[in-house]
Nanobody
Framework: QVQFVESGGGLVQAGGSLRLSCAVS????????MGWYRQAPGKQRESVAT???????NYADSVQGRFTISRDNAKNTLYLQMNDLKPEDTAVYYC???????????????WGQGTQVTVSS
């Protein structure tokens, strides 16, 4: 059974940085394209960044140039480095495997608890 455990969120001022982590178990992590999603209050969950083998990445326009997704296959862990944070980045952040990094449909129906990111102005 796949399990995603997100961590690293917190309260930060605008312009600050955070690094999120997602520990993954129950699947062969290295063979899956992976992605970060976020859900703000009253909004639908949206894809933020994705990564596949070879370090190929894709980003939402709203975070391009500010966020960096990476993975450590030896540790079964996905990361999201977030710089120059803005109040509109406030959301709960989740990870999941994706079917395609350019059409990031989640691969699994189950989600972790997410990690809250709050950016104050």
């Amino acid at each position: 059974q796949v399990q995603f455990v997100e961590s690293g969120g917190g309260l930060v001022q605008a312009g600050g940085s955070l690094r999120l982590s997602c520990a993954v178990s129950g699947i062969t992590f290295s063979i899956y394209p992976m992605g970060w999603y976020r859900q703000a209050p009253g909004k639908q969950r949206e894809s933020v960044a994705t990564i596949r083998d070879g370090g190929i990445t894709n980003y939402a326009d709203s975070v391009q140039g500010r966020f960096t997704i990476s993975r450590d296959n030896a540790k079964n862990t996905l990361y999201l480095q977030m710089n120059d944070l803005k109040p509109e980045d406030t959301a709960v952040y989740y990870c999941n495997a994706v079917t395609d990094i350019y059409i990031p449909t989640p691969s699994f129906a189950s989600w972790g608890q997410g990690t809250q990111v709050t950016v104050s102005s």
